[in-house]
Nanobody, 124 residues
């Protein structure tokens, strides 16, 4: 059974940092691109970052570039999203997703698998 389990969300003050984790199981991790998306109330889902597990290539949305860092520990089948300099507008439910093709995941925002999400709330 494929599972993506996010953790690490919570309440943080503006300017603070949070690290999210996405633990993957049930598929060959190295064959997939793993991405982070977020959705705020009343807004469409937004892509945040993506990493290609096989070679470590990373992609970021302009809104988070320079503040967020995606990384992976392939031995643990886990992807992390380090979020620094958080702003109230970063408040959202954050989801991780996995797809065999980075283009499908990052460009088309389509994914074979999704996690249940973790809430990040940034107070001003």
């Amino acid at each position: 059974e494929v599972q993506l389990v996010e953790s690490g969300g919570g309440l943080v003050q503006a300017g603070g940092s949070v690290r999210l984790s996405c633990a993957a199981s049930g598929f060959t991790f190295d064959d997939y691109a793993i991405g982070w998306f977020r959705q705020a109330p009343g807004k469409e889902r937004e892509k945040i970052s993506c990493i290609i597990s096989s070679d470590g290539s990373t992609y970021y949305a302009d809104s988070v570039k320079g503040r967020f860092t995606i990384s992976s520990d392939n031995a643990k089948n886990t992807v992390y999203l380090q979020m620094n300099s958080l702003k109230p507008e970063d408040t959202a439910v954050y989801y991780c997703a996995a797809s065999k093709g980075w283009f499908r995941l990052w460009v088309l925002s389509l994914s074979s698998y999704w996690g249940q999400g973790t809430q990040v709330t940034v107070s001003s």
